[in-house]
């Protein structure tokens, strides 16, 4: 696949097209090891690297008394002068200078120096290199890996620190099919540790997969290690597993987590891989393994299921049905990164950052690496990010509340590219015009990606194209984005607020035009138009020239694509809808309807009511309200339905500090942990329901563990639960009657 016309430019695949490098890795102080793929072996060298940072220029370090090589850089950008150390040592003693010289941290806006802290990052961007190239996602060596652990009796949820919660199980497979469980009834936990080690290095894979592996399973690995004191030498060179805090940005959350590396090896987390689809998507109803993987269908019909509570008596009880269901775990977490890691690869083929930090990497942060690698090729100097105002957005709007039936999505993700690359709305410090050449190039690639998905003879091939096809619409429609991204060295404010009044100003002709033609609008977003088409419009064809009719009305070289058919939808508010799809299948998007601050119960009532007024029998829908009602009231409902599952933040001292200091109000959890006789910990889990009488009890007050609910003696409060269903009720009571 080398030989494609994508991989001809430089600009998207680095300037030095070496390939089948697996890993890179900083060695010592002044070199770098390369793991790179030959045939079916995998080989290593070494060659020199000098650390380098940028400043505004070279007069900064004239009285250091270190070694520095500067090389001027042409341009207008701000940081003119490339500073090259013998060492990492003498780069971290110069920037320490700088920083006391300057009084900027590194971070600081107005730094004088631009210090870049990951050096495998640093030798990408210089020497044009990226991993994985002419290679295809099936030629890595992916290993996946599940824990199971046991639970103090008393406590819901295992504790790495707690003495008793060994772990109980190692499910690991690999991409050829080769699979091993180590046995906690046969060896001790340190043996299972040290067998898990030594199954690593003689599989040797490039990757390590799991689901909710930094969150979780490393964690807890780590922390069993450190207590049985076993060495965890799982690197290529036998080194250590290594970590440290660290945080990321999904979407507007940020989420934070413990990072690991492994010497040679990319990790890679299929929960964190979800979370990034779901921006897109927004139809998972939950990030955990088994629900996602009912969602892609790639649960097999006698995968082993077993109540998350329940896994230390399975131990306890019938061990060969918990390794069983570890065994599952492992091949569906194997079929879930088949299917969201390929376009990761891809971006590794393009983007000087190891595999592991792509996905870890926002689209505007890579997209900045592109430039710089380019300017620091042809030696072209840096601008400093522009300070960040305010960007207008795109036009939005709800017209239509309610159900709507004939549904049509016209997709218009790519309309803000579009407008750039028609109306020329580009960052103007690019000195070398390299974001309309490298948008337009993206654009024709994708278009041929796409062509060659399609006319693939092997299912390698296919995912491979369809992959790339999938990174280059992420990459086009990340341009929009850059522009306004505050820590991007190109950005242009002013440019991103001439995209987005233009995006204003078409799409608001498109709607109206769809209302001159009889067509019904019901919401209007950034992602596209949703609407009822005209009474003629009856074919799958007719909808098709209803849509080029629209695309011919806009200005040359800006195109709409229709996405999506719809049986049925539910138009809540801005953002929040439930669609019904041509297979059947429900679709809830938004908070507002599938918020996670909902009890069970109250979730699947309203997915069975949105369901009942998406088929048109919502007269059905007040007998479902009912029987939850009488459900309730005749304690028919187990408490998994009803409790709620909280993690403890803070230590049971700090807790009553700040209560006592009126710095926070008492919660249900930290009650329930502080009567208790056993030790919780932070990031103990604790599931618990609502108990005494009445719907306005104080929570803190009237709250018991799930696991002491008794279902011969029920005891949680009707009252506080029906309260909360009619609360909902009368939420959709005008959609409804």
């Known amino acids: 696949m080398q030989d494609l016309p994508f991989h001809h430019n430089e600009v998207l695949f680095g300037h030095d097209s070496t390939p089948a490098l697996i890993a890179i890795e900083i060695e010592g102080l002044d070199k770098i090891r390369i793991f790179y793929r030959r045939g079916d072996q995998t080989l290593t060298e070494t060659a020199p690297f000098r650390p380098f940072l940028l400043l505004e220029d070279g007069t900064w ?108 199980a190692i499910a690991l497979a690999d991409s050829t099919g080769w699979e091993r469980l180590i046995s906690g009834r046969e060896l001790d936990e340190a043996e299972m540790l040290r067998e898990m080690a030594r199954e690593i290095q003689r599989r040797d894979p490039d990757v390590i997969e799991g689901h909710n592996l930094f969150r979780f399973d490393l964690e807890y690995i780590e922390a069993r290690a450190k207590k049985e004191g076993v060495k965890l030498n799982l690197g290529r060179d036998g080194s250590l597993l290594k970590s440290h805090p660290s945080r990321m940005q999904i979407a507007e959350r940020t989420i934070t987590y413990r990072k690991y590396e492994i010497f040679g090896r990319h990790i890679m987390d299929t929960w964190i891989l979800a979370q990034h689809y779901d921006i897109a998507a927004r139809e998972l109803a939950g990030y955990g393994l088994k629900e996602i993987a009912r969602h892609f269908g790639i649960a097999s019909a006698d995968r082993t299921y077993i109540p998350g509570d329940k896994t230390s008596w399975y131990f306890d009880h019938e061990p060969e049905t918990l390794f069983r269901y570890s065994l599952d775990d492992v091949r569906e977490t194997r079929a879930l990164s088949e299917l969201l890691s390929p376009s990761y690869f891809v971006q590794t083929q393009i983007f000087p950052y190891s ?19 380019e300017h620091l090729f042809r030696r072209q100097s840096i601008p400093r990010p522009e300070e960040g105002r305010e960007v207008a957005g795109g036009f939005t709007d709800v017209e239509l509340q309610g159900v709507a039936h004939r549904v049509l999505h016209c997709d218009v993700t790519s309309l803000y590219p579009s407008i750039m690359l028609v ?180 979730r699947q009532w ?78 103990d889990q604790i599931s618990y329901y609502v108990t005494g009488k009445g719907a306005k009890v104080k929570i803190n007050e009237n709250c018991k563990l799930a696991a002491h609910w008794d ?21 959709f009571r005008p959609f409804i009657e």
């Open 61 to 168: 370090l004239k009285d250091w008394r270190g070694k520095a090589e500067l090389e001027s850089l042409a341009g207008a950008g701000v940081f003119k002068c490339l500073a090259y150390f013998q060492n990492l040592r003498e780069l971290e003693e110069a920037k320490t200078y700088l920083q006391k010289k300057s009084g900027k941290n590194p971070s600081a806006p107005e730094a004088p120096y631009l210090y870049i802290n990951d050096p495998v990052h640093q030798y990408l961007l210089l020497s044009g290199r990226t991993l994985f190239l002419g290679m295809t996602f099936g030629d890595l060596k992916r290993l996946q890996i599940d824990i199971e652990t046991y639970c103090q009796p008393g406590f819901e949820f295992p504790n790495p620190a707690r003495d008793s919660d060994r772990i109980t």
């Open 355 to 373: 595999y592991q930090n792509v996905a870890l990497r926002g689209n505007a942060t890579k997209i900045d690496a592109l430039f710089f690698r």
């Open 423 to 602: 109306y020329g709305y580009f960052p103007k410090r690019d000195e070398l015009g390299i974001f309309p050449g490298l948008l337009r190039d993206l654009r024709d690639f994708r278009i041929k990606a796409k062509e060659l998905a399609r006319q693939a003879e092997t299912k390698e091939a296919g995912i491979y194209f369809s992959a790339l096809q999938s990174t280059f619409k992420i990459l086009i429609n990340s341009f929009y984005g850059y522009l306004g991204f505050p820590m991007g060295h190109f950005n242009d404010f002013a440019a991103a607020n001439l995209v987005t009044a233009k995006g204003r100003e078409l799409i608001q002709s498109a709607v109206a035009w769809l209302k001159q033609r009889g067509a019904t609008v019901i919401e209007v977003d950034t992602d596209g138009i949703y609407f009822v088409p005209p009474e003629e419009v009856r074919t799958e064809s007719d909808e098709e020239e209803l849509i080029r009719a629209l695309g011919d009305r806009l200005p040359r070289g800006i195109e709409l694509e229709l996405d999506g058919r719809y049986p049925a939808m539910f138009s809540y508010k801005m953002k929040n809808y439930a669609l019904l799809d041509q297979k059947g299948r429900l679709l809830i998007k938004g908070s507002g309807l599938r918020s996670r601050g909902l009890e069970l119960f109250q």
């Open 606 to 683: 309203l997915e069975e009511m949105m369901m009942m007024l998406l088929q048109g029998r919502k007269e059905k829908i007040p007998a479902l309200y009912q029987r939850y009602l009488e459900d309730l009231e005749q304690h028919r409902m187990d408490i998994s339905l009803l409790m709620k599952t909280e993690t403890l933040q803070d230590s049971l001292e700090s807790y009553q500090l700040k209560v006592n200091t009126k710095k926070r109000n008492p919660a249900a959890l930290y009650e329930i942990a502080l009567r208790s006789e056993r030790p919780y910990q932070p990031g």
């Open 711 to 731: 279902a011969k003696n029920p005891d949680e409060n009707v009252e506080h639960y029906t309260a909360k269903l009619k609360e909902l009720y009368e939420k």
